[in-house]
């Protein structure tokens, strides 16, 4: 690995990516310390303390964690990347309910896509305006939670501001993201939420040392728990990259053509489909498919909307269903998009090739349909169960939240499988010019 990161520089294009994305994020991590003005930052910490009190722990570090530590200092870029997220989620559902949306994305090409995607864009706006008037009008009113005033000046001038802000912030942020997917290395989404999750990491690291120090008389966390804890990190990194890296590798037999004096096909090739074909993000999409409504209804005074924002909390038995139940959903949905059985029976008999002993047409529609929902079963029932039990055992051994999500958590789940994603795609520029790669490809054999 390491001559791999030392052949990475000597590759022009992977030294220009790589510096890039690290001068984006540079700049999507100092937004995150621009304050919204006409905000009372002593107040802002007050009130703030009495939202974790209320929402839970594990809820608000989670948010806050997603939002790159913006939410708790109310910056500029407070929404985060979150309402890209939903609106992707969003238009991405809508692909198979609208036929319009499956043709422009699949039969008009690059121009479809264009489209599609600014439609998206569209979309985030206005989920950003939607979430910057709530907010506006909760940071006006912070005497429903006990908090004390932190706008001097409410009314709507302090609203229209607030909202310009948080909306131009959400749309700055979504612009990072496509220039770092586009110019970049990695996916821009999961890139900014990976830089915000660390972003966090000295603070849990702090943390720790405060209540788990060997050399306190009475550590509040036992040494054996630390032994327990480093051993459940190097479990779930090792799932992880164990569930990421495993594939199958399906032989494609192309047949002989011959135009004029030349012979085309007749070759045998591997289509390779991954046990986990979405990645990270089933895990990125249902943590945020769950924490909108959780939000919304925790920052309200209506008992009903409290308790449901308590139940959506992590550690609630609601949220235990639903959690590793969408996690599940998000890895078949994008398994179908990535491997759409009919689209790829279609472009292989177009292009004259077949699976040896399957019949091309509908006969190979219907072997990757079931090939595709054997394999990506146990893949996704895996990475429910181990984002779900670290959260389990860190609530029955009384761990903070915010430590607990690096020692096994959601957040360790997301940088672990980001860093996998965006070393795949540098291996990728290494290859084509015959260096060694960070990776070993994993493989895994079954039936047809």
């Not at 699949?106 to 599609?116: K, M, N, P, Q």
């Not at 305006?129 to 939670?145: G, H, K, R, Y």
């Not at 085309?264 to 909108?292: D, E, H, K, W």
Request: no cysteine.
């Amino acid at each position: 690995m390491w001559k791999a990161f030392a052949n990475s520089w000597k590759v022009p294009e992977l030294r220009r990516r790589a510096g890039m994305t690290f001068a984006l994020i540079a700049v999507y991590r100092a937004g995150a310390f621009i304050p919204l003005p006409g905000i009372d930052g002593a107040a802002l910490t007050q009130f703030f303390d009495t939202m974790t009190q209320q929402l839970g722990e594990t809820l608000f570090t989670l948010m806050d964690l997603f939002s790159g530590g913006s939410l708790s200092g109310m910056t500029i870029f407070a929404l985060g990347i979150m309402p890209t997220i939903t609106a992707s989620i969003i238009m991405q559902l809508l692909i198979p309910v609208f036929p319009r949306l499956e043709h422009m994305v699949r039969e008009e090409g690059e121009s479809g896509r264009r489209t599609f995607n600014q439609w998206t864009r569209y979309l985030t706006v206005g989920l950003g305006l939607m979430q910057s008037l709530f907010i506006s009008l909760m940071l006006e009113n912070p005497a429903n939670f006990g908090g004390q005033v932190m706008v001097a000046e409410p009314g709507w001038a302090f609203r229209i501001v607030t909202i310009i802000t948080l909306t131009s912030g959400t749309a700055f942020i979504m612009w990072l993201g496509e220039q770092i997917s586009a110019y970049g290395i990695g996916n821009g989404m999961s890139i900014l939420i990976t830089a915000g999750i660390l972003s966090s990491l000295p603070t849990a690291v702090r943390q720790l040392w405060k209540i788990g120090n060997p050399l306190m008389a009475a550590p509040q966390i036992p040494p054996a728990t630390l032994v327990f804890m480093l051993v459940m990190l190097v479990a779930v990194v090792l799932s992880v990259i164990a569930i990421t890296q495993a594939q199958r590798r399906v032989p494609i037999q192309y047949a002989r053509r011959v135009v004029g004096r030349k012979v085309y096909g007749g070759q045998t090739s591997y289509l390779p489909i991954r046990v986990n074909a979405a990645g990270v993000l089933p895990i990125i999409f249902a943590q945020s498919f769950i924490m909108m409504p959780a939000t919304l209804f925790g920052f309200t005074r209506i008992e009903a909307f409290n308790q449901i924002s308590h139940w959506l909390s992590p550690g609630g038995w609601i949220y235990m269903i639903f959690y590793p139940g969408l996690i599940i959903f998000f890895s078949y949905f994008y398994a179908v998009v990535q491997h759409n059985p009919l689209h790829m029976a279609e472009d292989m008999k177009k292009y004259g090739g077949f699976v040896p002993g399957i019949r091309p047409g509908k006969a190979t529609a219907e072997f990757f349909d079931r090939l595709i929902t054997r394999i990506t079963l146990p893949g996704a029932i895996f990475l429910a169960i181990i984002a779900v039990i670290p959260i389990l055992i860190s609530r029955s051994l009384g761990i903070p939240g915010l430590i607990a999500s690096f020692f096994g958590g959601t957040s360790l789940l997301i940088v672990v499988g980001v860093t996998l994603d965006t070393l795949r795609q540098a291996e990728s520029f290494l290859l084509m010019r015959n260096y060694e790669g960070f990776l070993t490809r994993g493989r895994l054999r079954a039936r047809r």
